[in-house]
């Protein structure tokens, strides 16, 4: 797949099939011309970033600037299918019943993966009763069968409590009993620490990996080896130089 050069480019990029796949390092230079995605090169010269929250970071990462294209999601969904299917084979595709992500974030992303696999996409909310917004609700009005194995599907993954407050939700709204996939297939995981597998024995499979790690600004080592921290929104060609 050739490597588009301007936002243009991009829409205008398809899927063209087997052998096609653009690889995670083409996907991140659509992240960069969007100005969605960055990760630090460990030269202390270089600027890092200051996050919404106020940690100092060495990646940044705003997926939905990249997902809200759908010829971009259509690709990328294809690209975790891949991922997925080269992880568990034809037998673990074909016992997929249904696919879910985490609200808002993943549900588009997890809707074209159930396209793709034909099957069922299930949409779980969040619960309006949370003011925080990290509760997760499962409304019984569309109940998924019984025995049903779900796939999660999750644009972005750094510690993954929304991931299981999705996937508790399901348990606790559904009405019948169902099954979660083995396997998390994941467009971004950008842990402090790289480890995919999950405590409730699942494994995520990542398109995209990479450690990302923040930093209370009082502790930041970039900062006290000299690199200037930068805000990603308003500084983008300073910190993608």
Known sequence: MRTPQTITDLLRLKFGGLGSFPTPEEVLTWFNLLQAGWVHNGDPKKPHAVLHSGLHSTGFFL??????????????????????????????????????????????????????????????????????????????????????????????????????????????????????????GVLVYRPPEIAPELPDGRTIIPFIQKRVDAWDPKYCPLCSKGSKVVSPKTNWAELTA
């Open 63 to 184: 997926c939905k600037r990249v997902l809200a294209y759908g010829n971009l999601r259509e690709i990328l969904a294809e690209c975790i299918v891949n991922k997925l299917y080269t992880a568990g084979g034809e037998s673990f595709m074909k016992s997929i019943g249904g696919v879910f992500g985490s609200p808002y974030s993943s549900i588009l992303l997890a809707g074209d993966i159930a396209r793709l696999m034909e099957v069922k996409v299930y949409v779980p909310e969040k619960d309006p009763a949370d003011p925080d917004g990290k509760k997760m609700r499962f409304k019984p009005d569309d109940p998924i069968p019984a025995g049903t194995i779900l796939l999660q599907i999750e644009e972005l993954v750094t510690k993954f409590d929304s991931g299981d407050a999705t996937k508790q939700a399901i348990i606790d709204g559904n009405s019948n009993p169902v099954e979660f996939a083995k396997f998390v």
